[in-house]
């Protein structure tokens, strides 16, 4: 059966930590980070990446559009 | 299965999602959160779609998304307070062949600006109005607005909105409706990405409407302002799921 594997990439230093993409996955993937970036906002980062199905959840709702979202099918 | 690593995602032939080019390299200037930012997001990414960015100019207001100009790459003019639809409504009649549209907080077009939105829209002139509404001036620290609900508590309501001596909020878009010159009103919201989703359908319509000399749309989007009113970012969204939707109703109120 062919299944979908997702990826995200964040550009740390534009990310504002608010947390809203956190809400928005439906695979619980995403956290905040521990550290922070250049402006002293947590980013946010994939804390569970083989869950991520490349949805596009997170960058839709990402009002400061730091998130490009890649995505595979992958062929068992 | 062989184990798939990120480096096998994150190719560029695997790309699904990424920032439109309209963006210019500057970093939005709103507040974590702000609802602003996904507005500029997909009205630049329904201009790319549509494949007119050389041809479209946007008016600008005074507010939050002052700079405007500043983040997206396409011409933009800036208005006085409040006076974007007529700027855009001489720009339009001058160049009748571009795609106008004004970009509005709720301070902008319904406070200071609501002559000039109401005539623009009673004329019928062929332009877009996308309408910014969070129910607070924003950008001046949070005052009552004439979007503020009953209740609501603002830096000059601190006990919430009385309508007895404050009045009562004012529905912009059920009031431009009415009006013989609109062709498309809606109201829509983008805090979920099924949201979103319908927000962008509806201002890719609003775009086309003017390609095809439809006359004017109306198009509101409920939006939030966390830093005004004084909550986090989800929480704010939260807040506006249970309270602002319940007075501004979602959905298509007109389309001819």
Not at chain 1, 52 to 63: I, K, L, R, S, Y
Not at chain 2, 3 to 29: C, R, Y
Request: aromatic share 8%; glycine share 8%; net charge neutral.
């Amino acid at each position: 059966m062919a299944k979908v594997r997702g990826a995200i990439v964040v550009d740390v230093e534009r990310c504002k930590g608010c947390e809203l993409c956190i809400g928005s996955c439906p695979t619980d993937v995403l956290r905040m980070a521990v550290d922070v970036n250049g402006k002293g906002y947590h980013y946010a980062y994939m804390e569970n990446p083989e869950a991520c199905t490349g949805c596009v959840n997170c960058a839709t709702v990402c009002p400061d559009t730091v998130i490009t979202v890649y995505r595979i099918k992958v062929v068992d | 299965m062989a184990e798939i690593k990120l480096e096998d995602i994150i190719k560029p032939e695997n790309l699904v999602f990424q920032k439109t080019k309209l963006f210019t390299d500057k970093p939005l200037s709103y507040c974590p959160g702000c609802g602003h930012g996904v507005v500029h997001r997909l009205i630049l990414e329904a201009i790319e779609e549509l494949g007119i960015e050389s041809e479209t100019i946007g008016v600008a207001p005074v507010g939050c998304s002052v700079l405007a100009y500043e983040f997206m790459n396409i011409d933009i003019a800036q208005a006085p307070h409040g006076r974007a639809p007529a700027l855009a409504t001489g720009i339009k009649r001058v160049y009748p062949e571009k795609f106008v549209f004004t970009y509005q907080g709720d301070g902008d077009l319904a406070a200071i600006g609501t002559a000039e939105t109401i005539h623009a829209c009673n004329r019928g002139e062929n332009i877009s109005i996308f309408f910014i509404n969070n129910g607070i001036y924003g950008m001046t620290g949070g005052q009552m607005a004439p979007t503020t609900l009953p209740g609501m508590a603002s830096s000059t309501s601190p006990y919430g909105r009385d309508v007895a001596s404050m009045g009562h909020p004012l529905k912009m878009t059920e009031l431009v409706a009415n009006l013989p010159g609109t062709r498309f009103v809606a109201r829509h919201a983008v805090h979920t990405p099924a949201l979103v989703r319908k927000a962008k359908k509806a201002i890719l319509k609003a775009f086309e409407n003017q390609k095809e000399n439809k006359g004017l749309s109306f198009i509101e989007i409920v939006s939030n302002c966390n830093s005004g009113w004084k909550m986090t970012p989800v929480k704010s969204n939260q807040w506006l799921t249970e309270n602002m939707l319940e007075y501004y109703k979602l959905g298509t109120l007109k389309d001819e």
